[in-house]
């Protein structure tokens, strides 16, 4: 989460613009900070980041690896609607303990502190953020999400990206199928890991696929499991994995 693109969402239609495409409320704008999603038809995810107001405006932190596909595929979803995209000079800052008055709480847990945006980049970033996501389970852009994520399965309910009463956005049907009609056969646990694997190691049980390993900190990492394989001692690669306690 370190580079960050900021894009500015100006123009009359801007709020019923992302409202009818994004994950999440966004008459949540009053309150703060939102998180959420750009998914496809098909619910899958697309590119994570945050909402913030900005007088009439919206701006949209997104990964800077994710920025110029992001800002085409909306670019797309515009026709006639009064909206003009652009890349603000703005540079996220982060940190955790007492929020500035220029800050706000990260909407997926108060663990993750505070978000600000200012003229000039941050140069005091010591806190281990990979460490933190772990021990809240929280997925990073590129790493647990990718383009075949599901976001129910990596958390997005819980991390406040997503609200079932808001409408329609784009993959909202299968996203509501998932919620209502079906149970989790796969998502994001943590688990502790003894020994060493690299990010991506298969994680096997009793010789069956099990799911990845990804994110790892302090002996424990972030996984995406199969839950009906995911049991006992695990492996992977020269690592013994298991499910961490609650």
């Known amino acids: 989460m370190g580079n960050r693109r900021i894009l500015r969402f100006s123009g009359e239609d801007t709020h019923d613009f992302l409202q009818g495409l994004v994950t999440n409320d966004v008459a949540k704008l009053s309150n703060g900070l939102v998180y959420a999603a750009l998914l496809t ?28 596909m992001l800002a085409q595929r909306l670019s797309m979803y515009k026709l006639r609607a009064k909206v003009e995209i652009a890349v603000s000079d703005l540079h996220m800052h982060r940190g955790v303990g007492e929020v500035p008055e220029d800050g706000s709480i990260d909407p997926r847990t108060p663990a993750l502190g505070w978000r600000a945006y200012r003229d000039t980049p941050q140069q005091d970033d010591n806190v281990d953020w990979d460490a933190l996501r772990v021990a809240h ?3 990073e852009t590129g790493v647990e999400l990718t383009p075949d994520s599901f ?8 991390l406040n990206g997503v ?28 688990v502790d890991v003894d020994g060493n694997a690299a990010v991506g190691s298969l ?6 696929p099990a799911g990845t ?33 609650p």
């Open 203 to 208: 994680i096997s049980a009793d010789g069956k």
């Open 213 to 245: 390993l990804l994110t790892q900190s302090n002996g424990q990492a972030l996984a995406y499991l199969r839950f009906d394989r995911a049991k006992g001692d695990m492996q992977a690669g020269d690592a013994k994995v298991s499910r961490a306690a």
């Open 41 to 68: 038809p098909q619910g899958k995810y697309i590119a994570d980041f945050f909402l913030l107001a900005d007088g009439d405006a919206v701006l949209l932190d997104v990964d800077e690896t994710l920025g110029d």
């Open 163 to 190: 609200d079932f009463r808001k409408g329609c956005y784009v993959g909202q049907e299968i996203c509501a199928r998932m919620k209502h009609k079906t149970e989790l056969r796969k998502g994001l646990a943590r």
């Open 151 to 158: 976001i129910l399965e990596l958390g997005f309910e819980r």
């Open 137 to 139: 389970l929280v997925p």
